[in-house]
T-cell receptor, first 113, second 111 residues
Framework: DVKVTQSSRYLVKRTGEKVFLECVQD?????MFWYRQDPGLGLRLIYF???????EKGDIPEGYSVSREKKERFSLILESASTNQTSMYLC????????????FGEGSRLTVL | SQKIEQNSEALNIQEGKTATLTCNYT??????LQWYRQDPGRGPVFLLLIRENEKEKRKERLKVTFDTTLKQSLFHITASQPADSATYLC??????????FGTGTSLTVIP
């Protein structure tokens, strides 16, 4: 069974802390994504990666960075967490073909105090 | 910028009826459209894909239509069951890796 695993389901951090969200997929997918999901705003793309060490900004990259050192792993980094980054973060992966479906992880709910 | 609207945030229907969810979009010309199901506290799960040159797709009790003139997709669940209760998301894409998601419609099927 295909799987996208996010390292933490729930995190509570303080303003200014550095936050790492890890995502691992076991499907050998080229493409990996980080979204955040907020009520009334839907899913918004933060960053995506189409290959190891490659990354592209999505719609809301400000305040975030990413790292993809291995094909199966895509990390989202909040250098200095702020309260407006309190959200549900969803990682997804998909194969390289156009229109391919996204496989999502279970999500990481981050609260920044 | 592109805008995607899904009909009313919440939809309640009686068990056994057909649920119809709407996805409207503006300022965008998608090559394909996908529908996902999301249960509370979980990640979305892919249901169906329909391409711009297709009018209709079916999968078991699910049916999706895509009208590029009206800029609209309809998602139908026939013979609905309480287990169909969830939030349903539409997502639009072209070439490349950009998907645009709607905010979702929360469906409740009442026994």
């Amino acid at each position: 069974d295909v799987k996208v695993t996010q390292s933490s389901r729930y995190l509570v951090k303080r303003t200014g802390e550095k936050v790492f969200l890890e995502c691992v997929q076991d499907m050998d997918h080229e493409n990996m994504f980080w979204y955040r999901q907020d009520p009334g705003l839907g899913l918004r793309l933060i960053y995506f990666s189409y290959d190891v060490k490659m990354k592209e900004k999505g719609d809301i990259p400000e305040g975030y960075s990413v790292s993809r050192e291995k094909k199966e792993r895509f990390s989202l980094i909040l250098e200095s967490a702020s309260t407006n980054q309190t959200s549900m973060y969803l990682c997804a992966s998909r194969m390289g073909q156009v229109a391919g479906e996204l496989f999502f992880g279970e999500g990481s709910r981050l609260t920044v105090l | 910028s592109q805008k995607i609207e899904q009909n009313s945030e919440a939809l309640n229907i009686q068990e056994g009826k057909t649920a119809t969810l709407t996805c409207n979009y503006t300022n965008y010309s998608p090559a394909y459209l996908q529908w996902y199901r999301q249960d509370p506290g979980r990640g979305p799960v892919f249901l169906l894909l329909i391409r711009e040159n297709e009018k209709e797709k079916r999968k078991e009790r699910l049916k999706v239509t895509f009208d590029t003139t009206l800029k609209q997709s309809l998602f139908h669940i026939t013979a609905s069951q309480p287990a169909d209760s969830a939030t349903y998301l539409c997502a639009l894409g072209r070439t490349g890796n950009q998907f645009y998601f709607g905010t979702g419609t929360s469906l409740t099927v009442i026994p």
